[in-house]
Structures are given as C-alpha cells and as structure tokens.
C-alpha cells in the first residue's frame, strides 16, 4: 500500500512537472513574438534632388477599385541637396499603395560545366547542368515561406534578429534539429 502510493505521488509529480515545461515553451514564444506595425518607413527623392524622410503611423488597411491601401498619420522631414530642411510634416493623413511580395524568390542556382573523367578505363561524362531551385510561398506552403523569410533575411530586406528562430524552425521541419 505504501508503495503503491510512493509510485502514484512520483507518477503525479512528473506529470505535473512535464505539463510546467510543456507550458513554458508557448509562453515563451508568445513573449518572443515579434511586436505589431507600429510604424512604416517613407523615404523618396525628387527631381532636383530633395528627399523625404518620414513614417507612417498605419491606421487601417482599405481597398479602391481592387487596390489594397495602407490608411494611416504621416510624419516626416523635406530636405533639400544640400541637406537643409525644407518643410517638415506631422500626423498629415495619407493612403499608400500596398504592394505584396513576390509569391516565389530564387533560392539556388547552379551551373555545372561540362566533366569528362577517366576512372581506371572507365569513362564518364557529363555534359552541362543547371539546377534552379525556387521557393513558393503562400497558405500550405511551410518550406516555401521559410525559405523565402531566410532569403530574405539574408538579402537584408528581412528583420536579421529572426534568422535563428527561421533556421530552427527550418531544421525542426526537416528533422534535421535532433
């Protein structure tokens, strides 16, 4: 009887142990997430070389005639070629076109020349190859939109802090994290 009920408190403390560390990873993914738009980079230059530099606080996104459209506050800073400023802008209202990334990014490409061996009386040979290798992402698409984020990261147009997490999720699809 004792036993028995040594072997149902050590049964109870390691199920209430696992289900604490079964928690703590969502916890922390959630605590990792990345934090929400709160503001948009603007940047353009003019024709005689004046540039604006600003951003834009998004309010809402809208559609017109089958465009989507970014709402929002807009701030910035006009300076001319010399760098002087020329007009500043705050919380001035605005809507932007929204455009959507591409739905493939070009992950490999490789170009074998010609390869003509001789093993011991054998010959082998190879004429030219090319291997293009693109990722597709969209909804379904895990592999594809992971390494279209990768690609991205890596090309510095994607947030650098996120490679890690992207690689270990990377690594974990393809089983490659044990």
């Known amino acids: 009887m004792r036993r028995s009920l040594f ?55 809208t559609s017109q005639d089958r465009r989507l459209l970014l709402d929002g506050a807009l701030s910035g800073t ?13 919380d001035a209202p605005v809507s932007l076109p929204v455009s959507l990334p591409s739905a493939t990014c070009p992950i490999l490409h ?35 939109n992971l390494l279209c984020a990768i690609a991205g990261i890596l090309d510095g147009t994607g947030d650098a802090a996120a490679l890690p997490a992207l690689v270990a999720q990377l690594n974990g699809l393809l089983g490659l994290g044990r």
């Open 78 to 90: 006009m300076r001319d070629a010399s760098g002087a400023t020329t007009g500043t802008v705050a």
């Open 7 to 61: 072997h149902l408190s050590a049964l109870v403390i390691a199920l209430l142990t696992a289900l604490a560390f079964s928690v703590a990873p969502a916890s922390a993914r959630e605590a990792a997430a990345p934090p929400p738009l709160d503001s948009v980079p603007v940047t353009g230059t003019a024709a005689d070389g004046s540039t604006f530099t600003g951003t834009v606080v998004p309010t809402a996104f």
């Open 110 to 144: 490789l170009t074998l020349g010609p390869l003509d061996l001789d093993l011991l009386g054998l010959t082998v040979h190879l004429d030219r190859v090319v291997l293009d290798i693109t990722a597709i992402s969209g909804p379904g698409n895990l592999l594809g």
